[in-house]
C-alpha cells in the first residue's frame, strides 16, 4: 500500500495517510524521508530563502526495494537528498558511481580525515 503525504491548511499541516498498524524502524525511516523530501520540495515551491538539500544517515533497516523507489524518486527531485549507505548497496540500488555518487567507502577500510 502506497503511503501519502497530505497537506491541509485546515489541520495539523502534514499527515501520513496509508499506514496500517504498527510500523516498523525501516517503514519509520522510510516516512521520515518521504517528510523530508516533501520539506525541500515545499521550500523550493515557496520560494523560502533556506538550504533546499536534506542528509540522511542510517538507511541499513529500510527494505531494499522501498530504499530503491526513494533513489528513483530523488532522480527529478529538484533539491538535493544526500544519504549514506555501505558500498556494497551502491550495486544494488543501480547507483552508477561518478554520477550520482560523491564518495564510496569500502565496509573493512574505511578511513576518515578531517582538513
Excluded at 525511516?29 to 523530508?36: D, E, L, Q
Excluded at 527494505?63 to 533513489?71: K, P, R, Y
Excluded at 537528498?81 to 560523491?102: A, H, P, Q, V
Aim: glycine fraction near 6%; charge should be positive; proline fraction near 3%.
Amino acid at each position: 500500500m502506497p503511503l501519502y503525504l497530505k497537506y491541509n491548511d485546515d489541520e495539523i499541516p502534514v499527515k501520513i495517510i496509508g499506514i496500517n498498524g504498527k510500523p516498523g524502524t525501516g517503514i519509520k525511516k522510510a516516512m521520515i524521508i518521504c517528510f523530508y523530501l516533501v520539506h525541500v520540495k515545499l521550500i523550493i515551491n515557496k520560494v523560502y530563502h533556506m538550504p533546499i538539500f536534506k542528509i540522511h544517515d542510517k538507511l541499513e533497516n529500510i527494505d531494499l526495494m522501498e530504499l530503491s523507489n526513494i533513489v528513483k524518486e530523488t532522480r527529478n527531485f529538484e533539491g538535493q537528498y544526500i544519504f549514506l549507505i555501505l558500498n556494497d548497496g551502491i550495486e544494488k540500488l543501480g547507483i552508477e558511481r561518478g554520477r550520482s555518487c560523491i564518495k564510496a567507502f569500502d565496509r573493512r577500510k574505511i578511513s576518515w580525515s578531517v582538513s
